[in-house]
């Protein structure tokens, strides 16, 4: 497949208007993305957990329209209040799916969305965000494409997997994570021998066994810093480019994932434990060494993996971490150890977070259609 069978045959748009609503999650990386091409292609390939709560809910409004500016018109609301600050990315975004999208132009859209997680909480809501607009945009592509009888070719169009697709392909034109959380439980995006349909066009279902004892696997996310992320996303993945130790890396996250798939299938905790936690360390390590450096992780980030580490080896229990880019911890554990472990965090963790807010998340089965009108 090409981004060019993406690209629809004409239709007719001859809808006057309508809404649609979808609720898509947010994921967590076990094998980072970190460092992309041209056109929000990755460096190397990632898997993730689709997460559960941690969600956003869109609806899109969409009229036709009756002035004949050609610019592209819409409105965006974050609870219900108007967001112009969030105009330039969906700007961004709409440009670059304009192609695959011939009717962004036609109608006016209203977009209005909302997070079960607090906004500011240092959780990044661009997975969620764009996933849950990529999703409502390809409704409406359907819709257009109903409406008009579709026939021969475009029949696939109405299929659930080229549906899920280029929903997943348009996600990663609005955030490259964001193409893992179309659907669950297990997502790999980035072209990778040992993974068989692997693609960096868009996130593909994990095709091979998983052990049980990754079933309902859980996340609590400890809220150590709430504040503004120090560096974009955009900019950090820019700054793989001529980093001294950029090839290395994304050799290694192909080795990663060729491990990290024995032991989804073995179930082997331990060996699940050091691949994760040496992925989240191995991402700052990369932003720690780029030029210019950063620091994303706080004091309080450290205590927590230490004391992590301490209780593990009291405890023997299977406990690990992971990080994104920025200073909040997941807690990672099977969901049998729950009890002790959530004792832990209230007891021992609570004390490093921002108001002592956490949230208790675990994989979860993807996006889902809420309304379409
Ligand atoms: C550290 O998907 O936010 O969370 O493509 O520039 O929007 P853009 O980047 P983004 O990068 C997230 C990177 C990460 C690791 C990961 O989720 O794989």
């Known amino acids: 497949m090409t981004a060019h069978d993406f690209i629809p045959n004409t239709y007719k748009s001859s809808i006057e208007k309508g809404s649609v609503t979808w609720e898509s999650p947010s994921n967590i990386a076990l094998v980072k993305y970190w460092g ?7 460096e190397n390939p990632s898997l993730s957990f689709t997460l559960d709560n941690c969600k956003t809910i869109t609806t899109l409004s969409f009229a036709k329209r009756t ?19 969030f105009k330039s990315k969906i700007q961004t975004f709409f440009d670059r799916v304009e192609v695959y999208l011939p009717f962004l132009r036609i109608y006016h859209f209203v977009i209005e969305t909302q997070n079960t997680f607090p906004h500011s909480s240092g959780i990044a809501s661009s997975a969620s965000g764009m ?43 609005g955030s490259g994570s964001a193409c893992r ?13 040992c993974i068989e349909g692997s693609t960096d066009l868009f996130g593909v279902k994990y095709p ?18 709430k504040g503004e ?13 001529n980093h001294p130790y950029a090839q290395n890396r ?76 920025g200073a909040n911890v997941h807690v990672l554990y099977p969901k049998n150890e729950s009890e002790e472990v959530l004792q832990f965090i209230k007891n021992e963790l609570v004390a490093y977070c921002q108001n002592g807010h956490f949230i208790c998340d675990q994989i979860g089965f993807g996006a889902k259609l809420i309304d379409n009108e």
């Open 36 to 42: 992309k091409k041209k056109d929000q292609i990755p």
């Open 250 to 325: 994304f050799q290694q996250a192909h080795q990663n994932m060729d491990s990290l798939k024995e032991i989804l299938e073995s179930g082997d905790l331990n060996a699940f434990n050091a691949l994760v936690e040496s992925e989240a360390l191995t991402l700052h390590a990369m932003m720690m060494t780029s030029t210019p450096y950063f620091i994303l992780m706080k004091p309080n980030t450290l205590e927590i993996i230490n004391k992590i580490w301490d209780f593990r080896q009291e405890t023997g229990l299977h406990i690990s971490f992971t990080l994104d880019a």
């Open 181 to 193: 959380s179309i659907e669950g439980d297990v997502i790999v995006w980035g072209e990778t021998d």
């Open 208 to 225: 091979y066994k998983v052990h049980e004892n990754f079933k309902e696997y859980q996340d609590t996310i400890l809220l150590v810093d």
């Open 131 to 173: 996933s849950a607009l990529a999703l409502c945009l390809m409704s409406v592509e359907k819709q257009l494409l109903k409406s008009d009888g579709v026939q021969g070719a475009d029949k696939n169009a109405l299929d659930e997997a080229y549906f899920n697709r280029k929903a997943s392909f348009l996600a990663r034109l």
């Open 67 to 85: 002035n004949d500016d050609t610019d592209f018109s819409f409105d965006i609301y974050l609870d219900g209040e108007l967001k112009d600050d």
């Open 229 to 241: 992320k120090q560096v974009s996303s955009t900019v950090g993945h820019n700054l793989m480019h």
